[in-house]
């Protein structure tokens, strides 16, 4: 019998191997979803088989811009980052709470409730998410999982949600996980993810190969009907040569020593309303953001005479956002962009004990002015008050 | 007698802690008195003569207004002061000053606390500062006020 | 999380824009978990949406009944107070008796009041602003209820200085009246005078001085407007009190209640879970002040 890794075991598929663990994540029920092309982005859409990947593909990202072109290579992985993060997959932009009746005589019936809803979906795999991506969840989880009441609707997606990572050897203009500590390479997180692929396909098409770390006994199930073999000395060092290489080539640094000190100490910094007034307040950012977990509650009641609560994902750009009776806390954009910037890598470790930003610089590429986080913070750096001091 | 006023407005957070010899000085200016309910210790327009330190009751400061009567704009209790207008010419005071209860405060003359901060700078300069303190702190409070804090659904 | 649906068993009209609602759970085994003093239930009116309220009586809070009819609602009824000052609290402070709304609670930190004996400890100043006394009152009615000699009276020193826009603004004025009868020192004051009204007129911090509060164990808590909250405890710091015992009500955006929306954020904290209520002492001096967080 052909030998099939466990958990802890490191292992070697070809471009077919890949294909059959696409094939064996489908066959044990799991909806697949890995990176795709649409609408001239690589996005999160649904996996049939590697003729989907985005093979060849490559994006090119600087602030403010995304290009994808077609490099006709073999490699399915070299772009650095899907345009879109998975946070949707997993708390989707649009969300049903419930859904109430209210009768003339004032009776209210919930009409379904969490756990009743629907029919129950299909847990998630995704294959192809990157390192800085999947450290984002170990965000979010903090957030929705972590709760002192957990987020059941999060938490049962993430549960039962299948995770492949693949690493990164291809970071882009505005990519900085190195400097978050969050990739290229996925190594020890938080959560754990199922599998961790590493593309080799720097040889011929015949030694076109992944890695496969086997991390969870899930994993392992999984690859036992996938054909593998073990790795070599030299896979390793492959792999850690694609890594290093990868590291040395990151779009973008942000010095995050002494960083949350640095920006609470700088509130009332001009720097603020100099980014003000480039800043659209559009959400972008947000949106694009992997770990923005800001969320309106809001409930309408239907032309059915029904009641119902949804959540959707809300920015603190909207005015909105901070609204309190009498108007909003934060009514200027520069304390917006302050309450978004100081939020995730500042306060974030004061609220969930970690930083808020996994360096995707997703906010940098989808900015339409190309506001960027790690030059924002720089700036204070090189111009920061003397401690204690105010803006004049 | 003239010990036992010192001891009062030695006790009293205007002056307190002032030297003997000041207080002494400020009380040789000064009589105790009370008012029943409803007595004014101020009126509009009258002279305004006599500084007052409130001891124990409640003085509303009022204005009168034709058609409502009174209307209270502050009231001062225990440990405050009352009465400004004798610092400065034409000495004449802009409200009423109706005691709500029973109220007890040292009066001190105004003419005599004039002339003894004059002919003594140190006085003159300790109780400057003490009145400017409880002015602003009066002044804060009013200021506040006018946030209308509690009013206006639309105000915070 | 879904609301757990109430009955409103009475709606009492505190003032112009004020009511209280007394709610009884339609079914024992749907109840919220009975509050603690200073934490809050997110209230839904159904068909308008949900609005975070303080909790002013609790049945299994407060020791002893007050006319509230907590004894016909029953087990696990609580009041809330309200102010109309939008869409949800409009149709709450609305909401007839007999009506249905939902709750979700309680969230956030309280005072902390049931963790010890604080009269014994020190004196207990409670500064109300406007609706800032209801998520005291069951504070006090707690101290009050634990807190008494064999006559009834108060052992120890409960200070409440009230403040309201005018006499027919100020809410819980039988609660006020029943505390000083107590031995409480009571001491309402307006900003605004209208006639009949023979009571404090001006800010509640010019009755700090005079109150004759021992500000060594001193315990303070303050709920209001933010800028009375500041002022208050500003006048309780310069009294002497230690800043890390006097305790503030901060409100923002509340939509979850559960930490997972975000709207909530004040700096470091996440109000509805690490607030409502904070010790004003340190961080929270600061934030209080500036502009825009």
Known sequence: MAWSPRAGDLAVVDVAGLDALIMALADASYDVRGPVVRSGAIEPGPLGGVVDLPRGMRDEQAPGRYDLSDTAGGAFFDWSSSARSWKAELFPPEEELWRARQEPGGNVTFLSTPKASRREPLPLAILGLRPCDFAALGVTDRVFAGAAVPDPRYRRRRDTAFMAVVECGSPGGTCFCSSMGTGPGCEGTDAAPDLVLTEIASGTVADHRFLVRVVSDRGAEVMAAVPTRKATEADRSEREAILSRAAARMGRRLVTEGLPELLLANLDHERWSEVARRCLACGNCTSACPTCFCADVRDTTELSGQVVRRRRWASCFDREHSYLHGGAVRASTSSRYRQWMTHKLATWWDQFGQSGCVGCGRCITWCPVGIDITEEAAALRGAALPAGGGAA | ?156 | ?293
């Not at chain 3, 709450?92 to 249905?100: N, Q």
Request: charged letters at 20%; proline letters at 4%; glycine letters at 12%.
């Open chain 3, 1 to 293: 999380m879904d609301p757990a649906l109430y009955r409103v068993v009475a709606n009492r009209r505190e003032t112009s824009d004020v009511s209280s609602l007394t709610l009884a759970p339609l079914k024992a085994e749907m109840a919220v978990a009975p509050p603690r003093h200073g934490q809050f239930n997110m209230l839904t009116a159904f068909g308008v949406g949900e609005a975070a309220i303080s909790v002013s009586r609790s049945s299994r809070l407060s020791g002893r009944d007050s006319g509230q009819g907590l004894h016909t609602a029953g087990a696990g009824s609580i009041v809330h107070t309200i102010r109309d000052v939008g869409a949800v609290t409009h149709a709450l402070c609305v909401a007839s008796a007999g009506s249905l709304v939902g709750v979700r609670g309680p969230f956030g930190q309280g005072w902390g009041a049931e963790d010890g004996d604080w009269l014994a400890e020190g004196d207990v100043v409670v500064v109300a602003g406007g609706i800032g006394l209801a998520p005291l009152r069951s504070v006090v009615d707690d101290l009050a209820g634990r807190s008494t000699d064999a006559s009834g009276r108060l052992r120890g020193r409960l200070f409440v200085i009230a403040g309201a826009r005018e006499q027919a603004q100020v809410i819980f004025a039988d609660d006020l009246a029943r505390w000083a009868a107590l031995g409480a020192i009571v001491s309402v004051t307006v900003d605004v005078s209208t006639p009949g009204w023979t009571g404090h007129v001006g800010l509640v911090t010019a009755q700090i001085a005079p109150a004759g509060i021992d500000p060594g164990g001193a315990r303070a808590l303050v709920c209001g407007p933010e800028i009375m909250m500041r002022f208050t405890a500003a006048a309780l710091e310069k009294l002497g009190m230690d800043p890390s015992r006097i305790f503030v009500s901060l409100e923002r955006n509340m939509q979850c209640g559960l930490g997972w929306c975000g709207h909530c954020q004040l700096g470091p904290l996440i109000l509805c879970r690490d607030g409502p209520i904070v010790a004003y002492g340190g961080a929270v001096t600061h934030l209080m002040r500036e502009r825009e967080r």
């Open chain 2, 1 to 156: 007698m003239k010990q036992d006023i010192a001891d009062l407005i030695s006790t009293h957070p205007l002056l307190a802690g002032l030297s003997v010899d000041l207080i002494g000085e400020v009380a040789g200016c000064a009589v105790n008195r009370v008012w029943h309910a409803g007595e004014l210790l101020i009126t509009e327009g009258e002279a305004a003569d006599t500084l007052y330190l409130v001891r124990r009751g409640v003085v509303a400061i009022e204005v009168n207004a034709p058609a409502s009567g009174p209307i209270v704009i502050e009231t001062v209790g225990p440990g405050g002061v009352v009465g400004w207008s004798w610092m400065f010419p034409p000495y004449r005071w802009h409200f009423d000053a109706r005691a709500a209860g029973a109220v007890g405060a040292i009066a001190i003359d105004a003419a005599c606390l004039r002339d003894k901060a004059d002919a003594d700078p140190e006085l003159g300069h300790r109780l400057t500062f003490r009145v400017a303190g409880v002015l602003l702190e009066r002044l804060q409070m009013t200021r506040v006020r006018l946030l209308d804090l509690y009013g206006s659904s639309r105000a915070r």
